[in-house]
């Protein structure tokens, strides 16, 4: 088994205390460099903002619409909402700039806009159930990042974008493994890692960075190093950067501004990918469920939800040629 929970009852407390005692020093010390590197690259653009110029944002909503005056390239649609109240700011997934434009809480505004500020039961909730789905399979990385063995041979690969009608949230990862099918307990283990997840409440943060250090970055998986100059090239040379605690990954965004947000979640499935793997590098595709913490539903209908996450998810191999579909592959 690859995962950190055989041999004992509670798998919870298991996967706890062995995360401490085995997971792997190398990994700390990369996931580590690679969060100083995102902080460091924060800090640059920060302080290169130069003079600080004003702009206007309009907010439009409860409890009233108001114009805020901030600062250009610093302030944040979560600095906004915090001017309008405390529970803005614990309730919001995502901000919608000029009507059109899903933004990421915690990135700057560039200019003056319009924001509104949108959440999980708006009268029109896809745009931040998108963010939600996506937000899942993200911090799912994050999880199977700290629970496997360093023996497993884990690689985080992609994630596609969210399909909200299929059922599940997805992450594709490579293991050394062939034939590696989770337990039931090791499932339930990893789910009750993505709640403790969401307990710490931490910020889901966003960075533009170049391609070269993005590729500093994730200097020790091949998958993200063969990806990046796709995705720098779709992108005038950038690659999007998210960081959750010290976790990052590629994805395009939008997601949603704190692992607070999330709810109900299960991990369900795990399904070999047999297309694409060979000796030593096994693919895997990673399926799971969840309801944002602020809708609740009763215990028969979340179970019909589980059982239908447990279906392969259809969404693009992460197999398939990356050039050709980059944009399905990273989400």
Known sequence: MSLNVHRIRSPALHLHHVMKKHYSVAAKSAATRASELFSDEQRRQRENV???EKIEVRYLGLPQDTTLV????????????????????????????DN???WDMRRPLRDSCTLQLLNFTSPEPHVAN???WRSCSFLLGAVLQASFKPEAGLFLHSFPKPNIKSGSFVHDIVLAEEHWNPTVPELRALSIEMIKLAQKDLPIERLDVSSELALEMFHDN?????????VASQNSGQVTVYRVGQHLDISKGPMMGSTGLLGRCTISAA??????SESGKH?????????????RIGHFAYNVLENRSRK???AKLPTEPFEDSVAEQVA
Do not use: W
């Open 50 to 52: 130069g003079r600080i």
């Open 100 to 102: 059109k434009t899903p």
């Open 271 to 276: 399904h070999p990918l047999k297309e694409g």
């Open 222 to 230: 091949p998958f993200k190093r063969e990806q990046i100059p796709s």
């Open 312 to 314: 392969l998810n259809s």
């Open 70 to 97: 901030m600062n250009r390239e610093l302030s944040t649609p979560y600095d906004c909402a915090r001017h309008i109240g405390e529970k803005y700011c614990k309730q919001t997934a995502l901000a919608l700039l």
């Open 283 to 295: 693919f895997y595709r990673m399926q799971g469920v969840a309801l944002p913490a602020a809708l």
């Open 130 to 132: 998108k963010a939600f």
